[in-house]
Nanobody, 122 residues
Framework: QVQLVESGGGLVQAGDSLRLSCAASLQRFDTYAMAWFRQAPGKEREFVAAISWSGGSTSVSDPVKDRFTIYRDNAKNTVSLQMYSLKPEDTAVYFC???????????????WGQGTQVTVSS
């Protein structure tokens, strides 16, 4: 059974940094593309960042590309999202996602975590 468990969310102030982590119970984690999405209250879920199976390719959405970094540790089955210079508009539930593919980018993700709340106060 695939499980993706996010951690690291919390309440921070504008300008702070935060690192989210996703622990994946996946066999052959290194054959999965991984991604982070977020959903703010009243809004649709949106793509934040993705990383290929090897970590050799990444994609980051325009609103956060200068502030967020995605990386993975295939030895530990984790993917992380390092967030800098957080803004109130970054407030959302952040979801980890996985798809069993060596292609990149990925059009849709098959597995999702439960999410972790990030709240940025002004």
């Amino acid at each position: 059974q695939v499980q993706l468990v996010e951690s690291g969310g919390g309440l921070v102030q504008a300008g702070d940094s935060l690192r989210l982590s996703c622990a994946a119970s996946l066999q052959r984690f290194d054959t999965y593309a991984m991604a982070w999405f977020r959903q703010a209250p009243g809004k649709e879920r949106e793509f934040v960042a993705a990383i290929s199976w090897s970590g050799g390719s990444t994609s980051v959405s325009d609103p956060v590309k200068d502030r967020f970094t995605i990386y993975r540790d295939n030895a530990k089955n984790t993917v992380s999202l390092q967030m800098y210079s957080l803004k109130p508009e970054d407030t959302a539930v952040y979801f980890c996602a996985a798809d069993h593919t060596t292609s990149f980018p990925v059009l849709s993700y098959s597995y999702w975590g439960q999410g972790t709340q990030v709240t940025v106060s002004s």
